[in-house]
C-alpha cells in the first residue's frame, strides 16, 4: 500500500512539471496589478460604506418608530390604569355617586373690612 501512494505523489509531480505549474508555488503579483487592485477597492469600499449608512439609516428608523409606538402604548395603557383605579377609590369614598342630595343649606357669613383688622 505505501507504494501505491509513492506513485501517486510522483505522477501528481511529473504531470505538474509537464504543464509548467510549479507545485506549491504562486507568481508575485507585479506593482502594477497590487496598484490597480487597490484602485479598484476604494470605489468599493466607498460603495460599500453608503449602502451600510442607507441601510443602518433604515433600521434606524424603523427602530424609532416601533420604540414611539410601544411608548404611546405604555402610556394609554398606564392613564387607563389610573382612571380605574382613580375611579375604585371613588367609589370606595363615595358608595353612591349619582345621589343627589336635596337637604342641603347653604351659609353665607359676612365680615367686616373693620373686624378683619
Not at 70 to 89: E, N
Amino acid at each position: 500500500m505505501n507504494d501505491d501512494h509513492r506513485k501517486i505523489v510522483i505522477s501528481r509531480i511529473i504531470d505538474y512539471k509537464q504543464a509548467g505549474i510549479p507545485p506549491n508555488e504562486s507568481i508575485p503579483p507585479s506593482p502594477f496589478q497590487r496598484w490597480l487592485f487597490y484602485l479598484l477597492l476604494i470605489p468599493v469600499a466607498i460603495l460599500m460604506l453608503v449602502l451600510g449608512a442607507f441601510f443602518f439609516s433604515i433600521f434606524l428608523a424603523l427602530f424609532v418608530v416601533a420604540a414611539i409606538g410601544v411608548g404611546i402604548r405604555l402610556w394609554w395603557l398606564r392613564r387607563k390604569l389610573q382612571k380605574a383605579a382613580a375611579g375604585q377609590f371613588q367609589e370606595e369614598t363615595h358608595p353612591h355617586p349619582n345621589v343627589d342630595i336635596e337637604d342641603a343649606e347653604i351659609i353665607e357669613t359676612k365680615t367686616n373690612k373693620s373686624e378683619r383688622k
